[in-house]
Structure formats: C-alpha cells, structure tokens
C-alpha cells in the first residue's frame, strides 16, 4: 500500500541555523499538505499545495518559512534561520479528493 | 472564528466500558467533520467522517448542528483502541481542516 514518505525523520539543530524537511506524496495526490505540531497540540497547516501551486499559506512564517513543489510531486519545507520555538513535529499529508488526508510518519525537529 | 474543541485531554476507561469522546465545533458555514486517529508508533489515519454514517471499529459519531457537536462513541471499548483522537472540521470554503487539540484514550484491562 502508498504510504507518504517524510526524511529526516529526527532532526537537531542549533537555533540560527538553516534546516528542510522533505516530502514525497502518493502518487496521484494532487494536493500537499505541511503541518506543524506542537506538544500538546493539533495539527496546524502551515502551507497548501494543489499541484506545484500554492493554495494557502496564510500560516506561514515567511520570514523563515519557505516551501517548494516544484514538479507538483515531491515538496520541501525549509526553515532559516530555524528559532527554539520551531522545535515541534512537522507532518506532511496528502490528498486526491480533499475527503481523506493521508498522513507521513513526521519529522521532529528539536532546535537547541 | 472557526474552533474544534476536545475538552478532555485524557480519557481513561475499563475494558468492555462504553467510550464517549467529546468533540464541539464552531462554524458559521457547512461543516464537515472528520475523527482521526493515531495509534503508538503510527502515522495519523483517518478513523471516520460525518458524511459517510458508518461505524468503523465500532466506533460511530453522529453530528448534531444544534449542539455543534460530534461526539465519538463505542459501546465497548477494547484494549486496542488506546490511541489519541483528534476531531477535525472542515470548512467548505477552502477544504482546510481545522484540528483539536486531541484525546489521549487509555483503555485499562
């Protein structure tokens, strides 16, 4: 069965630091989705993807938050400089018909 | 502005006992509202959704506009269900969905 690929699945880094996260969806999933989870929390989307456009991206921190889908397939989530308070899981789904999500195993980023 | 909440972070039952887990929305517009799932170790997985009234692993939710609730409930709980639920409403303005803060469920032998 297609699974949603994430790497790295842990991931330390020094704050100031550049840091990204890579997402490869299933196959035929035209819309991508990024999360940011925090302790305690629900998922919060940070940017949509439908394709290799983006959708919403209302709730990303653009000062340090960029994301990329270039061939409207496989998509990267970079943070820089990456902050103590971007510490959090980041989760990658994917849909084809916007009813069910299908989530990847995450990435947990701790910045020290 | 648009709100799922879950009002129980933790939900501890005995094996065989019913299960209720609260979920309320606020939303002006249609909602639809999803129960995710997600076992120890696993990856979040869609449980059940509102829209397709069917019982999955037991589990049934039904919507209920008037008290915007979705509450997810099963007869009787089994060991295997200990996970954290997370009830999701989606908006029919953009298909985004907006996420509880979840239920850790504990299912005691």
């Known amino acids: 069965e297609a699974e949603v690929a994430q790497s790295p699945r842990y991931k330390i880094t020094e704050k100031s630091q550049a840091v990204a996260f890579w997402c490869d969806p299933i196959?035929?999933?035209?819309?991508l989705y990024w999360y940011r989870q925090i302790l305690g929390q629900g998922p919060e989307l940070l940017v949509q993807?439908?394709?290799?456009?983006?959708?919403?991206d209302s709730q990303l921190p653009k000062d340090r938050f960029s994301a990329e889908r270039l061939k409207g397939v496989d998509s990267t989530l970079k943070i820089q400089p990456a902050e103590l308070g971007d510490s959090a899981m980041y989760l990658c789904a994917s849909s084809r018909n916007f009813y069910e999500q299908y989530f990847g195993p995450g990435t947990r980023l701790t910045v020290t | 502005a648009q709100r799922v909440t879950q009002p129980e972070k933790l939900l501890s039952v005995f094996k065989g006992a019913p299960v209720e887990l609260k979920c309320n929305y606020s939303y002006s517009g249609s909602p639809e509202l999803f129960w995710y799932v997600q076992y120890s170790r696993q990856r979040l997985q869609l449980l059940l959704r509102?829209?397709?009234?069917?019982s999955i692993k037991g589990f049934t939710a039904d919507l209920n506009k008037g008290e915007t609730s979705f509450h997810l409930k099963k007869p009787f709980a089994q060991e295997e269900d200990s996970a954290m639920y997370y009830c999701?409403?989606?908006?029919?303005?953009?298909?985004?969905?907006?996420w509880g803060a979840g239920t850790k469920l504990i299912i005691k032998p």
């Open positions: 993807f439908q394709d290799e456009s983006v959708v919403d």
């Open positions: 509102h829209i397709s009234r069917e």
């Open positions: 196959s035929g999933h035209a819309t």
């Open positions: 999701a409403l989606r908006m029919d303005s953009n298909y985004q969905l907006i």
